[in-house]
């Protein structure tokens, strides 16, 4: 499984940007996505995440109300439409997929990252 982000860019304090995930590879395998960021000097944090069907969503409680997971398995596309966005919003947002392999079991794949910068 290949995932590649885009969407990210500089935005003011109480801007929107909407991020996208495009997965490819062995797709048909792909179980619960999400994303997460990663701040200078902090660690990876979970941001939402997002079950195969679409019907069950996660949210860390710092973007609640403010941010929306989505994805369209039809177009392997992931996204997350990030709205009231503050300067603590600031981070490289990473896609993450838990696909399931034979004989293996379930593995995480991550994309490249995208940087979200939110000017105050």
């Known amino acids: 499984v290949q995932l590649v982000e885009s969407g990210g860019g500089l935005v003011q304090t109480g801007g929107s940007l909407r991020l996208s995930c495009a997965a490819s590879?062995?797709?048909?395998?792909?179980?619960?996505m999400g994303w997460y960021r990663q701040a200078p000097g902090k660690q990876r944090e979970l941001v939402a995440t997002?079950?195969?069907?679409?019907?069950?969503?996660n949210y860390a409680d710092s973007v609640k109300g403010r941010f929306t997971i989505s994805r369209d398995n039809a177009k392997n596309m992931m996204y997350l439409q990030m709205n009231s966005l503050k300067p603590e919003d600031t981070a490289v947002y990473y896609c993450?997929?838990?696909?399931?392999?034979?004989?293996?079991?379930?593995?995480?794949?991550w994309g490249q990252g995208t940087q979200v910068t939110v000017s105050s």
């Open positions: 993450n997929a838990r696909a399931w392999k034979i004989f293996v079991g379930l593995l995480n794949y």
């Open positions: 997002i079950t195969s069907g679409g019907g069950s969503t």
């Open positions: 590879g062995s797709t048909f395998s792909i179980d619960t």
